[in-house]
């Protein structure tokens, strides 16, 4: 389970970045790069429940995310509207 969530954040972490790296990309898919912000807060809630906090520790050392990043990304799946279907 750990390396599985791992590999999901990594991936969407680095489609982040490449969309940062690309101000026509930022304009075009800034719905996209919001849904992906989503779900790396929903993969990082799901990390917490799963895991166990030596796991999650190592997640995030894995990540070199900080505590601080790590509820951004929470917050943008807890507090994000619903998606309109």
């Excluded at 799901?46 to 050392?61: M, R, Y």
């Excluded at 505590?67 to 990304?73: C, D, G, L, N, Q």
């Amino acid at each position: 389970m750990l390396e599985e969530l791992k590999t999901a954040i990594q991936k969407n972490l680095h489609h982040l970045e490449e969309v940062e790296q690309n101000p026509w990309l930022q304009l075009a898919m800034r719905e996209k790069y919001m849904l992906t912000e989503k779900d790396i807060g929903r993969l990082c809630y799901e990390a917490e429940e799963t895991l166990s906090v030596a796991d999650l520790e190592q997640l995030k050392g894995a990540l070199a995310m900080d505590e601080r990043r790590w509820r951004f990304y929470k917050a943008k799946f807890l507090y994000a509207p619903p998606e309109k279907d």
